[in-house]
């Protein structure tokens, strides 16, 4: 082998991301000059300023490691992480992780009965809260004691839990590597069909397979040295490990931490630090779409937007693309599960998305599978034979990064592993191209259509909707729900652009704080249809949800 081919080889293998409980000690001896910018202080350090370097956040996760041995946590232990959404909670991961114990990372914004369920399900050794957790697990009538032996609030101490300053000082105990296929950490899903999944995912996985392939500096998508990543996803969910993994391996110049996503708070943020490259939700993105059109447009700057969690409507992404003032920006976007990671991706361009208001799939056709990594089957949902090419059926997905079990709910988890493909619980079909084209989730499915077909083109063609959701039952008329900006919807536009979509009812018209939501910010499909079509079957089993 030439000198010049071995370079190229060691350019196509980079090394191997750290381990998530030592990365920040391996990042601050690599003298990575990467600076974090925060929306606002950490909750576990409020007041260490909103500016870290590396090698501070590296003392911050062994400090962290020491409060949680002082507070009795062993290697092996779960440790559950439930408070106000902030980047510090990868911190508590990493500080787990460090010591061998197991983070389990939860939405604070989850109802008290899911959250009780789930906790239920975990048996922690401890349970990292805030008062506001406290409270409302007790005004549900259980005390925090009931789930774990130690609680530690962070903010204010509560009667019968640790504080802070009942755990600070100690020294961080020794490192400890567990087997790559132990339990690393536990994530859940979104629950838009009842309570969450505790999703388990181990070192192989989440870090050797997920992280590993984004730690490669793939053209266009790749965070750059000179980038100004700024982020907004809900950090407790199943992207933020190797999102924080990979990102802060490739070491760009800033990295901008979004905690809220309220937009008055971010704009003020992306201000002071324009992005280059920007990861939010969709609900995330919709939130943020009067900032995107406004004077002070803080997305001028941006190469490349990434959404992730959900189906995103072409308007959004439209409108971010011509917010941007560089010439060639591309929106990636990425579909996948908790479960299983990212499956296929799609770069959107301003062209593609040029044709307006048609029953075409643009943001629905999700693009391939991910080259080497994912294989996709549909599959007929009754014989699970597969079908051909353009017919509709459960979608079936390989990666060897599918998660190892669900916390509690083994029998759940092994109906949706058939040997080495998973069980989606999706409905869509495969391109002759091979691309994948998501219809609905099996639950939410209606015959002879596509519930996310009509909201793309209901949103697409009326820009005073936000967000549209339509909802099927047996017997009963579609029935769409839209979210405006003032609760309001102009009868005439309406009619306008339904009048050669399937027989619809009378939209129901929403702010967007009355829609029932996931930490995402994902519509609580089945909450929202208890809301509205109470004792209204489903077309979809759900057996796969």
Known sequence: ??????????????????????????????????????????????????????????????????????????????????????????????????????????????????????????????????????????????????????????DRKAVGTLGLDDVRGHEPPPVLRRHPDDTLVVHHTSGTTGVPKLVEHTTRTIIHRLAHFECQRTPIVASRRDDTVAVADPFV????????????????????????????????????????????????????????????????????????????????????????????????????????GPLTFRLLTRKALAATGRRHPTTRNLGRPVPGRTKLRVVDPETFRPVGRGRPGIILARTKARCTGYVGEEDRWSRKALGPWWNTGDIGFLTRSGSLVLLDREVDAVPGTSCVELEDVIEDR??????????????????????????????????????????????????????PRTGTGKVRRLELRAQLLPDAATFGTGHWT
């Open 1 to 154: 082998m030439t000198t010049r081919e071995s370079r190229a080889t060691k350019q196509r293998k980079p090394a191997k991301p750290p381990e998530l409980g030592t990365l920040f000690d391996l990042l601050a001896d690599r003298g990575s000059p990467t600076t974090v910018h925060l929306s606002r202080p950490f909750d576990i350090c409020p007041d260490g300023g909103v500016t870290f370097g590396i090698d501070r956040l590296a003392r911050l996760v062994r400090e962290a490691a020491g409060w949680l041995a002082a507070a009795g946590t062993r290697p092996g232990d779960r440790v559950a992480v439930v408070k106000a959404n902030h980047w510090d909670v990868v911190l508590l991961a990493c500080a787990a992780a460090r010591m061998g114990a197991v983070p389990a990372l939860i939405s604070d914004d989850l109802p008290a009965t899911a959250l009780q369920t789930l906790l239920k399900r975990l048996e922690p050794a401890l349970l990292i809260t805030d008062s506001r957790t406290v409270e409302a697990v007790r005004d549900a009538g259980t005390e925090p004691a009931v789930f774990a032996p130690r609680t530690l609030t962070l």
């Open 237 to 340: 969910h199943g992207r933020a490990v190797p999102w924080t993994t990979s990102v802060f391996h490739l070491a760009p110049r800033k990295v901008v931490i979004l905690a809220d996503t309220d937009p008055a708070a971010v704009a003020r943020t992306l201000t002071a630090h324009p992005p280059t490259t920007v990861e939010a939700s969709p609900a995330t993105y919709v939130r943020w779409q009067g900032l995107a059109a406004g004077p002070g447009n803080p997305f001028r700057a941006v190469r490349l937007y990434i959404s992730t969690f959900d189906s995103v409507h072409p308007p959004t992404v439209r409108g971010y693309l011509g917010a941007s003032r560089r010439q060639h920006p591309v929106w990636l976007q990425g579909w996948g599960q908790t479960e299983t």
């Open 462 to 515: 009326l820009p005073a909707v936000l967000e549209c959701t339509v909802l099927g039952a047996p017997g009963r008329t579609l029935l769409p729900v839209v979210v405006t900006a003032d609760g309001w919807l102009d009868a005439d536009a309406w009619r306008a652009a339904v009048r050669d979509l399937p027989l619809l009812a009378e939209p129901i018209v929403r702010g967007w704080a009355e829609i």
